[in-house]
């Protein structure tokens, strides 16, 4: 005589088979992937300040305002002679995490497509874009600040909201990575 005991769950509520989990797996991943794109989208808006141009206040021997881009018309821009290496490679470095950020925003946009939804090693790809976005910003502002505090001789610098709305700009996406 053979018996047919198969132990069942006990609560049956609490069982997901297989196919659930794949499905749950892919439904949270999509919502990750939203949530990516949508920190990744602030921190795009908040960088996109920079190009105000009034990132510091000087005060001293050098009065006025100082940024990565200077916008002399907007602002009172302090007169420091030639512009330095540094903020050259600052823009640089900013110039190319705008891009970044550009092209980051368009391919996770197409990734919700339902056809390029099974690209196999896209979120690696993204949260590689993002975590360099998030430290090209960061040596950008670094770079900024070495110039700022550097200068000879020595003024009172004040650093503006545009400055505070870039580094939490890189905070966000080294985040959404």
Known sequence: MQQDNVAEPRFPE????????????EERKFI??????????????????VLDGCMAY??????????IWDTCRRCKCASLG????????SMGFMMLALALCIVLLFTMG????????????????FSFLSFSIGLLTALSLTLFVVN????????????QETAYLCWGSSALMLWAA
């Open 14 to 25: 609490l069982y997901s088979p297989p196919e659930d989990l794949n499905f749950y797996w």
């Open 32 to 49: 990750l992937r939203a949530w990516a794109l949508v920190f990744s989208a602030l921190a795009t808006l908040m960088m996109l300040s």
């Open 58 to 67: 000087m005060q001293g021997p050098y009065t006025g305002y100082v940024g």
């Open 82 to 89: 030639q512009v330095p290496v540094l903020v050259h490679m």
């Open 110 to 125: 197409l990734s919700f497509w339902p056809f390029l939804r099974r690209l196999i090693k896209v979120d690696l790809v």
């Open 148 to 159: 700022c505090e550097t200068l000879k001789p020595r003024p009172q610098v004040s650093y």
